[in-house]
C-alpha cells in the first residue's frame, strides 16, 4: 500500500550506473583522453539527473503500538465496542427486496428512511415478496416497528450470513416489543398479508442498543529500515498519499542512519527537509477522538463486582451508599444489685456526635 513514497535518487543512481556501463564499455574507448576525464564527465551528469522514481513503504510490515493494518490503512487499534443507548439500527442499514413486481418510486429504501409519506411497494398482493435490512453488525434487536398500507400480520426471519434464515417471530402492525430479543445481523420480512391491498412496508424501524467502535486513543507505527541504496546522495523529499480521517490527528516523523544500526532521533517531516541517510526509518504516531463514555448505571446494592463497594462498620450500601446513623456494638452483662448492667465501649473519636444511646 503506497501511502507514503520517498522522493529519492535511487532510480537516478541506477540511471547513472547504466550511464556508467555504456560510457567506460570498450565501444566508448577514445571518447575520452583518460579514465580521469571519464569519471568526471560521469560525475557532472549525476549532478544533473534528477530523480526519476520513488521508494514506496509496506505499511503492513513495521512495528505497531496500539496501531493496525485492516483495509488497506493504518488505524488505531480497535478496542472492545462500547453499547450505547437504544437506537433505530435499520436507519443505518442497508436494504433490499424481492418482489415479483417493485413500483419505480416505491423502493426498498423508502421503508427505513424515517419519513412516514414514502415506502417499499410490491405494487399488488405478492405473498412471497421480502424485504430486507443488512445491519452490517450483529445487534440484539428488543423492539420491532412496522407499519404497512394495509398488513394484518408479517414474519420476521433472522440470518448472520445473508444466505441462511430462520423465522424468529410474526409480527402484527406497529409496534412489536420482543419477549426475548433476536439476536441477528439481517432481517427479512415476508409472508406480509395485506389482504387485496398492496403488499408494502411504509416504515420499519428495528431497536436495539447502538453498538459504538471504541479505538486505542494513540498509536504508533514505525516502518522498517529503508535502504536508499549503495549509491545514496540524498533524500529530496517524503509525500504521503493518503487521507487522514476526520478527528484523527497525524505526526510523520523520520530518522536517518549512515550504517542502518545507529539511527538519529526521530524529527517530523517539514517541508521537503528531511533528515539525510542511506537508511531511513518513517514513524507515524496517531491520536483520536476521545473515546465515548459508557454509559453505567450503579445501583450500589452490592449486586455484581461492578456494585460492589468496600463498606465499613459506619458505611452502607443498600441501594444508596450512605453513612449508617446507628452503630450496633456488642455489650458485656453484669448482676447489678437486683438488676442488669449493659456495658459497652464507645469509641469517641470515631463520632461527631452521639445523639442517643439505647439498649434493645
Ligand atoms: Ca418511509
Redesign the pocket.
Known amino acids: 500500500m503506497d501511502v507514503i513514497s520517498l522522493g529519492k535518487a535511487l532510480q537516478a543512481i541506477k540511471a547513472i550506473k547504466e550511464l556508467n556501463d555504456v560510457i567506460v564499455a570498450p565501444q566508448a574507448e577514445g571518447r575520452f583522453p583518460t579514465v580521469q576525464a571519464r569519471l568526471d564527465w560521469i560525475e557532472g551528469q549525476a549532478n544533473l539527473l534528477k530523480v526519476l522514481g520513488s521508494k514506496s513503504i509496506n505499511l503492513e510490515d513495521g512495528v505497531f503500538e496500539n496501531m493496525e493494518y485492516a483495509a488497506g490503512a493504518l488505524r488505531l487499534k480497535a478496542g472492545k465496542d462500547v453499547i450505547g443507548g437504544l437506537t433505530d439500527v435499520a436507519r443505518t442499514g442497508i436494504p433490499s427486496a424481492s418482489a415479483s413486481y417493485i413500483r419505480d418510486q416505491d423502493q426498498p429504501i423508502?421503508?427505513?428512511?424515517?419519513?412516514?409519506?414514502?415506502?417499499?411497494n410490491a405494487g399488488k398482493v405478492d405473498r412471497s415478496a421480502w424485504f430486507q435490512v443488512d445491519l452490517k453488525e450483529i445487534y440484539e434487536i428488543k423492539t420491532v416497528k412496522i407499519?404497512s398500507y394495509a398488513m394484518s400480520s408479517g414474519d420476521l426471519y433472522t440470518s448472520n450470513d445473508g444466505v441462511n434464515f430462520t423465522k424468529s417471530v410474526s409480527l402484527v402492525p406497529g409496534e412489536n416489543v420482543l419477549a426475548t430479543p433476536i439476536s441477528t445481523r439481517y432481517v427479512r420480512i415476508t409472508n406480509l398479508n395485506t389482504d387485496t391491498q398492496w403488499t408494502s412496508?411504509?416504515?420499519l424501524e428495528l431497536y436495539a442498543n447502538a453498538i459504538i467502535k471504541s479505538y486505542a486513543p494513540v498509536g504508533s507505527w514505525t516502518s522498517p529500515i529503508i535502504d536508499l541504496g549503495e549509491g545514496y546522495l540524498n533524500g529530496k523529499a517524503i509525500e504521503v498519499i493518503s487521507s487522514i480521517s476526520a478527528g484523527t490527528s497525524a505526526l510523520i516523523s523520520v530518522a536517518s542512519s549512515a550504517d542502518g544500526s545507529v539511527f538519529g532521533g526521530f524529527s517530523p517531516i517539514s517541508g521537503a527537509s528531511i533528515p539525510q541517510g542511506r537508511y531511513l526509518k518513517v514513524k507515524v504516531n496517531l491520536s483520536g477522538p476521545p473515546a465515548p463514555d459508557v454509559e453505567r448505571k450503579l445501583d450500589f446494592n452490592q449486586s455484581s463486582a461492578e456494585n460492589t463497594f468496600a463498606v465499613d462498620t459506619f458505611s452502607i450500601a443498600d441501594g444508596k451508599l450512605s453513612l449508617k446513623t446507628g452503630i450496633d456494638l456488642t455489650t458485656s452483662k453484669a448482676t447489678l444489685g437486683a438488676g442488669v448492667q449493659f456495658t459497652a465501649v464507645i469509641d469517641r473519636s470515631q463520632f461527631k456526635s452521639i445523639e442517643k444511646v439505647s439498649v434493645k
Do not use: E, K, L, R
Open positions: 423508502s421503508a427505513i428512511d424515517g419519513n412516514s409519506n414514502t415506502g417499499w407499519i412496508i411504509i416504515s
